[in-house]
């Protein structure tokens, strides 16, 4: 008995010291975004490319609209292959434009095909589109202390960096807002509070 009672007061306790960044609270699918993918290093040029494609269909709608959305994306857009969604033509793009599981805005849409081209030209130049955009952190996660979550910004010097070169190269629906949430959500930055269990995992 006095092992049962000892086992369970060290679960109790273990649960209590479980702390998660207060914006994913209380939704299951937002705690397993944030616990399994928010905010660790991403080197996958597929992987970038998802979470740009679904951070610029974000602008101007929340995050959880998207997240919700998310596989219905991997569909519509081929598992997010650029290599594809580069030669997608217009009568892709209409079909798109009927499928109610996405965000039916067609500039979205056709800036989806037209960063494709752009990523494909990065990697030519970078050799990954990994490569430059690590660049722009010093090629490690920059790791930041906010102790609430107010104190997170909405852009920063390397955000508003990327979005200038970026949008010199052509890329659409991405400025700095959407950039910066772009480098916390693959772990080029580190916004997790300090008291967040993850914070201390997502540094490379």
């Not at 660790?40 to 679904?54: C, I, M, R, S």
């Not at 997240?67 to 857009?77: G, I, P, S």
């Not at 050799?127 to 930041?144: A, D, E, Q, R």
Request: overall charge positive.
């Amino acid at each position: 008995l006095l092992l049962i009672v000892l086992t369970g007061v060290f679960y109790m306790k273990k649960s209590k010291e479980i702390v998660r960044c207060g914006w994913c609270i209380g939704k299951p699918l937002y705690e397993q975004y944030h616990d399994e993918e928010w905010g660790k290093p991403v080197y996958d040029d597929t992987k970038q490319f998802e979470f740009l494609v679904l951070e610029s269909a974000q602008a101007g709608l929340s995050w959880w609209t998207i997240l919700q959305r998310r596989e219905n994306y991997r569909k519509a857009f081929v598992k997010f292959d650029y290599k594809k969604i580069a030669k997608f033509e217009e009568a892709k793009i209409e079909e798109l434009m009927q499928d109610a599981g996405i965000i039916r805005n067609r500039a979205k849409i056709t800036s989806v095909v037209n960063n494709a081209k752009c990523f494909l030209e990065i990697q030519k130049e970078f050799g990954s589109f990994s490569n430059y955009i690590w660049s722009f952190v010093g090629n490690k996660p920059k790791v930041n202390t906010w102790n609430v979550l107010k104190e997170v910004p909405a852009t920063s010097p390397e955000s508003d960096a990327l979005a200038k070169d970026m949008k010199k190269r052509g890329f659409r629906f991405l400025g700095s807002t959407t950039l910066y949430a772009h480098l916390q959500a693959t772990g080029l930055v580190n916004d997790h509070i300090v008291d967040c269990f993850q914070h201390g995992k997502c540094t490379g």
